[in-house]
T-cell receptor, first 114, second 111 residues
Framework: ETGVTQTPRHLVMGMTNKKSLKCEQH?????MYWYKQSAKKPLELMFV???????ENNSVPSRFSPECPNSSHLFLHLHTLQPEDSALYLC?????????????FGPGTRLTVT | KNQVEQSPQSLIILEGKNCTLQ??????????LRWYKQDTGRGPVSLTI?????NTKSNGRYTATLDADTKQSSLHITASQLSDSASYIC??????????FGAGTTVTVRA
């Protein structure tokens, strides 16, 4: 185990539903990330948080809404998603933000939008 | 635009054989290059991390090489095992503090 947990592991939702993904890290890290991983495509960075403050939003549609109540927890709130949003959503954490620090990934949430 | 290209997209090898995965990048300048292993249904796990001054680094049966002049890296798997079946992702961290990810190579090891 990497010390980063994600729930649920699988989620099926309709386009009109509202759901939330949860991530928790037990490593004492200050930075947390959300990534989207689609089949055969590189990981796409969505959001970066440092000490609960959002430091990066890579032009993510507003139907994805992140929340970071503290440095150990990260949520991704989902509403009115599209079928093309179906993907594996990965959470990661690192000691500090930026690529010079090792990132530890959670197991991901497999999201299917019907 | 910084890019990381991996080849092949997928490969199948017999248990006990060796294989080499390639990663070509255009990120410049860069700070470090990493190889991750991602098992099916799991998140990526780091195998190696190399700075621009390092040429090779090993982690058990995994050996990564780096040629910063030609902007190429390789990951060599020795004496493959069934547990090596996974996706291997090359990631480059540029001096612009951005991470660039490759699409990965899917390795299938067959008995």
């Amino acid at each position: 185990e990497t010390g980063v947990t994600q729930t649920p592991r699988h989620l099926v939702m309709g386009m009109t539903n509202k759901k939330s993904l949860k991530c928790e890290q037990h490593l004492g890290h200050n930075a947390m990330y959300w990534y989207k991983q689609s089949a055969k495509k590189p990981l796409e960075l969505m959001f970066v948080y440092n000490f609960k403050e959002q430091t990066e939003n890579n032009s993510v549609p507003s139907r994805f809404s992140p929340e970071c109540p503290n440095s150990s927890h990260l949520f991704l709130h989902l509403h009115t998603l599209q079928p093309e949003d179906s993907a594996l959503y990965l959470c990661a954490s690192s000691q500090e933000p930026g690529g010079s620090y090792e990132q530890y990934f959670g197991p991901g949430t497999r999201l299917t939008v019907t | 635009k910084n890019q990381v290209e991996q080849s092949p997209q997928s490969l199948i090898i017999l248990e006990g054989k060796n294989c080499t995965l390639q990663c070509n990048y255009t990120v410049s300048p860069f700070s470090n290059l990493r190889w991750y292993k991602q098992d099916t249904g799991r998140g990526p796990v780091s195998l190696t991390i190399m700075t621009f001054s390092e040429n090779t680094k090993s982690n058990g049966r995994y050996t990564a090489t780096l040629d910063a002049d030609t902007k190429q890296s390789s990951l060599h798997i020795t004496a493959s095992q069934l547990s090596d079946s996974a996706s291997y992702i090359c990631v480059v961290f540029g001096d612009d503090y951005k991470l660039s990810f490759g699409a990965g190579t899917t390795v299938t090891v067959r008995a």
